[in-house]
Each structure stands twice: as structure tokens, then as C-alpha cells.
């Protein structure tokens, strides 16, 4: 069985401030794990995801995120933020490939000018 | 990737009436999920719907309540049967490329029973 948190429900920053959304899991094989975003009124979009090799995965819009099985995280970072990424985002977790996914609560970024 | 496309996008139901939800995918897919997601909550599984097999529903959601339809590789639907104000949600479609390890969702159908 598999669970993801999401510390935070809501993220406020500054634009051009660095982003930082936290995301712990839990699973019992190795997980493939993956950050979503949805902007309102919209389905969701993926971000980024990790399966096996690199640790350290970029995805679209300038976000990036780390898997480390020790601490079972993977958190989604951004240098510097922008109003446009203003949104809710998702860290999901899946056993296996193509397989149903668990989502975590969600956290809403939003960016102050 | 995946093109989804989801009908209606949006509707406004009364109570006790039944809504079917269309799922139309570009390509041939095996998995296909339906997906629910409360006013301000995350994503919750109803069901996983594979081509020539019954539906496999999650702890909580029945086949009574929530039909599901998969003739083929391209298409699903997922019915809303009696519904209630707590039907209330937005109801999302999506495919897994087992190829890429990714799942393409839907925009969603915007569902308020009154």
C-alpha cells in the first residue's frame, strides 16, 4: 500500500522567491513517484516524474524535484517563482507502471507580486 | 501523449437523476481510471476499467452507484446514478502509458447536484 503527505496545504511566496512544495510517501516496493499541477478549472497537467536512475528530475516550467529513499521525500522546487505558476499541485505515488495512483492532499501556491 | 476528452465538462443535476460521463481517448489504451475530487480535496480512485473485463472498484465506491462502461480501447464511461448534493465534484478520466510510466488525465466534468 502506498501514501503520500503533502506538508502544507497552502504555499504563499513572493514573486521571483524561491518555490518549495513537500511531499513524504510511503510504499512498499520502490516507488514511482510524480508531481502534478492544476490550474483552476482545468484537469491536471504532469510536472515531472521519477522512476528509476537520476534522482534528481527536472520537468516543465522550470520546477525540479529530488527523490531521496532515505528520507522518503520528494519535494518539488522552483528557483524563482512566477505569478504564472500560481495553482494547485499534486505529488502522487504508484507501485508500478501504469498503475492506479495515490495522491497526496494538494497544495496551493500562490505567488504575491 | 494522450488527447482525453471528457462530456459534458460541466452540468447542473437534480437530485435523484442519474448523469453518464464520456471518456474519449485518441489512441488504443488498456488501463483507464476514474478519478473524483471533492470541493478543495485531492484525487480519490472510484474505479480501473479495463477493456473486456468488469470495472474494479475501490473501498467505498459500488457498481450501483457508479456504473462503468468500457466497449473498447478508446472509450469508457462512468455513470452518477441517484444522485446527491454530496455527488458534488469534479469527475476526471485518465489513461496510463505503461511505455513511459505516465498517466494523461482529462479537463474534467464539473458536477453540482442541487
Known amino acids: 500500500a502506498q501514501s503520500v503527505t503533502q506538508l502544507g496545504s497552502h504555499v504563499s511566496v513572493s514573486e521571483g522567491a524561491l518555490v518549495l512544495l513537500r511531499c513524504n510517501y510511503s510504499?512498499?516496493?520502490?516507488?514511482?513517484l510524480f508531481w502534478y499541477v492544476q490550474y483552476p478549472n482545468q484537469g491536471l497537467q504532469l510536472l515531472l516524474k521519477?522512476?528509476?536512475?537520476?534522482?534528481l528530475v527536472k520537468g516543465i516550467n522550470g520546477f525540479e524535484a529530488e527523490f531521496k529513499k532515505s528520507e522518503t521525500s520528494f519535494h518539488l522546487t522552483k528557483p524563482s517563482a512566477h505569478m504564472s505558476d500560481a495553482a494547485e499541485y499534486f505529488c502522487?505515488?504508484?507501485?508500478?507502471?501504469?498503475?492506479?495512483?495515490?495522491f497526496g492532499g494538494g497544495t496551493r501556491l500562490m505567488v504575491k507580486p | 501523449s494522450a488527447v482525453i476528452s471528457q462530456k459534458p465538462s460541466r452540468d447542473i443535476c437534480q437530485r435523484g437523476t442519474s448523469l453518464t460521463i464520456q471518456c474519449q481517448v485518441d489512441?488504443?489504451?488498456?488501463?483507464m481510471f476514474w478519478y473524483r475530487q471533492q470541493p478543495g480535496q485531492s484525487l480519490t480512485l472510484i474505479a480501473t476499467?479495463?477493456?473486456?473485463?468488469?470495472?474494479?472498484?475501490e473501498s467505498g465506491f459500488v457498481i450501483d452507484k457508479f456504473p462503468i462502461s468500457r466497449p473498447n480501447l478508446t472509450f469508457s464511461t462512468l455513470t452518477v446514478s441517484n444522485m446527491s448534493p454530496e455527488d458534488s465534484s469534479i469527475y476526471l478520466c485518465?489513461?496510463?502509458?505503461?511505455?513511459?510510466?505516465?498517466?494523461?488525465f482529462g479537463a474534467g466534468t464539473r458536477l453540482s447536484v442541487l
Open positions: 510504499s512498499s516496493v520502490p516507488p514511482y
Open positions: 521519477y522512476t528509476t536512475g537520476a534522482t
Open positions: 485518465s489513461v496510463a502509458d505503461r511505455a513511459l510510466n505516465i498517466q494523461y
Open positions: 489512441s488504443q489504451v488498456t488501463m
Open positions: 502522487a505515488v504508484s507501485g508500478n507502471a501504469g498503475n492506479m495512483l495515490t
Open positions: 476499467a479495463n477493456q473486456g473485463s468488469e470495472a474494479t472498484y
